[in-house]
């Protein structure tokens, strides 16, 4: 066959001319290298968006109330101080609720003699255990008393117990949170790393009466889990919480809400609209590239026919046709932009191991960059060969073979 | 018949508004298995008439008939399976793809043939072994002496087994030993009944050609041919 024959050829001038080759294939490999990364990266975020809904502890008949103005997670936000335990009590007067659990957090040194680490610390009420549904492994959960008492008593999970007590017993023994003495009175069972890398084993509870007067000196709350009796129920109470909060805070019609929904759903269209906004900057970022790429191969193209001018006239004088030119200057073009695709690949896979591996970004690789490098390659090739191609083929080959 | 048939050929290049003629009325008739040089001083028009031959070009007017086929007219697919079938070429500077072995460059003709025909390894082989270059089969132009690379030329343009060779200057960039054999080479062809076209301006070379032809400023000028015919007609 021909076509086979001028895929030959065209191997056969790739090899000859390396280095124009490998420079033809820089451009279309940051292309590619780029294209690749961020859709590891896109992934990859979003593996752990999930990953951390589904360790919220989130059923599909719970919603969380984040203090303050604003969307989703974005924490620095305006009036976060107006949420407090009475609206929390108010919210559990509600038919539909089932359970209300009010939460403080704050993220604190905790230190056992010369051990210590950082971790998430939480002033939470009894509840927290039934609405996470969360085992111990040893001792017991805080209980009303401990809430009455504003007692110093704290549950650690898995990872902090790890680091302060090592092999030892720890239940009963003391830990330092800042000025204060807590007494250990039970440990979380352990949950695992999840997938992209989180640790919902990292964290201390405490009551949260003693996490208002001792840890954060105030009375707001962070946020407050509401888990209703049933899936159905979620809009319609959250819609009554609404009303509640902003009747509680006083706020006017036209003031908006001080405090932010955060439900499974939300958090999915969240990670929809930021994945979407990621998609977009893909585009844009590998439509460049790509473009500057296929440039580069154009005129590299362009310059090495001048160079082989006369072999083309060669071919031609023994029976090449211009179609022959044509499909070899194509085929050498594809095959290059392919070759920069691969390399491409391969630099953005070793680029997404290498985020991940040192925690600088969550990366997470599909088959997906795979297929769009393929056509994106394919597609550059044959729009950016074609011209120089013609070039090649539409030389007369009178005056080819007599180029010097 | 004649294997070439060419009639009130003339060709002209257009330069910005500016028309050279380089061409002016020729009219050739070459047999088959005949042997020919094509003399001339450089500007004459020789390269021309070889282009046009070679169906590397196209005639502003006139008839030119190969192997019983109008060739004026075609286009550029019909007109490279003519350089294909019927045509070799010997170049002055040999042409040889540079990086590519001795035995692929024979073998180029048949990338572009309509069926590659079995054996066509076997048959390179056997055309290098011909011009005795069976010692070189792997190596690349750039690794052959002048000698040796036209001679690999001259084995690639049998490789399809054409009706008439075109040498342009092929003794030009080659010493008198090496275009010497050349020249022998070719002199065995036409034994064997190969039509050659050879262009040259040295007189020792275009008198190894049974037929001399002469062309000056785009018209043949002398024809020993035609003169051992008029000779001939006076006698």
Redesign the interface.
Known sequence: MRIFKNFGQALRGLRLNRASTFLMTLGVMIGITSLTVIVAIGHGVKTEVLDRITNMGFGPESFSIIAGEGRMFFTRSKNTTSMTLEDAENLLALPTVQLVVPRQRKRLRIINKKEFTNTRVYGVTPDWQLARNWKMKDGDFLSDSDMNQKRRAVVLGATPTRKLFKDADPIGKMVRLQNNFYEVIGLLEEKGLTESGYDPDDRALIPLTTSMSRLTHATHLHSIKVVTFYPSQVPATMENVRQILRRNHSLSVLAADDFRFITPESIMQWVTESEQALNRMLILISTVSLLVGGIVIMNILLVSIRERVREIGIRRCFGARRSDITLQFLFESVMVSLLGGIMGIGLGLAISFGLQRFDIFPTHITAEPFILSFLFCTLVGLVFGIHPARKAAFLSPEESIRAQ | MALIEMNSICKNYKNIGFETRVLKNVRLHIEEGDYVSIMGPSGAGK?TLM?IM?C??QPTSGEYILDGQEVGKLN??KL??V???KIG?V?QAF??????TALENVT??L???RQ?PRGIKEKARALLTKVGMEHRLHHTAGQLSGGEQQRVTIA?SLI?SPRLILADEPTGNLDSKNGRETMQTFDNLVKEGTTIVLITHALEVAQHARRIISIHDGQIVSDSDREEKTEARVL
Do not use: C
Not at chain 2, 95 to 100: A, E, F, R, S, T
């Open positions: 390269s282009a070679g590397l070009s550029d697919r490279s399976r350089r294909n079938e070429f170049f042409h040889l793809l540079p990086g590519v180029l003709p990338i572009y043939a590659s690639r399809n």
